[in-house]
T-cell receptor, first 114, second 110 residues
Framework: DGGITQSPKYLFRKEGQNVTLSCEQNLNHDAMYWYRQDPGQGLRLIYYSQIVNDFQKGDIAEGYSVSREKKESFPLTVTSAQKNPTAFYLC?????????????FGPGTRLLVL | KNEVEQSPQNLTAQEGEFITINCSYSVGISALHWLQQHPGGGIVSLFMLSSGKKKHGRLIATINIQEKHSSLHITASHPRDSAVYICAVRAGTSGSRLTFGEGTQLTVNP
């Protein structure tokens, strides 16, 4: 089955710790995205990548980092610089990285701070 | 004021009712998306439209570009339609990304 997988489903972070959220897709899509969802707010774009080995900051990139070494993988690291990391994180992909395209979403990772 | 406003925020209906969720936006757009977020958190894209009307099963999406308004209709609603429905727009300017509404929580009771 083609789709997007995210792991883990739940992730706990201690103070001062970096954590990495996994996102893998087997849809052969060029573009991948990371969004953050908070209660009562719309999804906000953290980072996106339109092609391998290239990525751009979204609207709330501070405290996050990404890499795109392989077409199918786009891991997101939440660093200790992110002071309010508790949120639901969604990864998505689209065929060619045009914003009017349909984006396909993963099941999400819920990050909680201990 | 948000660029994308959805109404209502919460909607409760009885099974079989006709449901309308509204989305208004403040900028010129090139595309509007309707998404469905299931209780577990996963999101599914329902429609992408730039004009007119689209229909898929019991779901109908319409857009009025002049009025900067879109509606999502659900006919013969069912408890399995209970979800958060999200509107997202892409502005018409070059390089614009998606801006998301806060979502409408729909609960359909049997």
């Amino acid at each position: 089955d083609g789709g997007i997988t995210q792991s883990p489903k739940y992730l706990f972070r201690k103070e001062g710790q970096n954590v990495t959220l996994s996102c893998e897709q087997n849809l052969n899509h060029d573009a991948m995205y990371w969004y953050r969802q908070d209660p009562g707010q719309g999804l906000r774009l953290i980072y996106y990548s339109q092609i391998v080995n290239d990525f751009q900051k979204g609207d709330i990139a501070e405290g996050y980092s990404v890499s795109r070494e392989k077409k199918e993988s786009f891991p997101l690291t939440v660093t200790s610089a992110q002071k309010n990391p508790t949120a639901f994180y969604l990864c998505a992909s689209s065929n060619r990285g045009r914003w009017q395209e349909t984006q396909y979403f993963g099941p999400g990772t819920r990050l909680l701070v201990l | 004021k948000n660029e994308v406003e959805q109404s209502p925020q919460n909607l409760t209906a009885q099974e079989g009712e006709f449901i309308t969720i509204n989305c208004s936006y403040s900028v010129g757009i090139s595309a509007l998306h309707w998404l469905q977020q299931h209780p577990g958190g996963g999101i599914v894209s329902l429609f992408m439209l730039s004009s007119g009307k689209k229909k898929h099963g019991r779901l109908i999406a319409t857009i009025n570009i002049q009025e900067k308004h879109s509606s999502l209709h659900i006919t013969a609603s069912h408890p399995r339609d209970s979800a958060v429905y999200i509107c997202a727009v892409r502005a018409g300017t070059s390089g614009s990304r998606l801006t998301f509404g806060e979502g409408t929580q729909l609960t359909v009771n049997p």
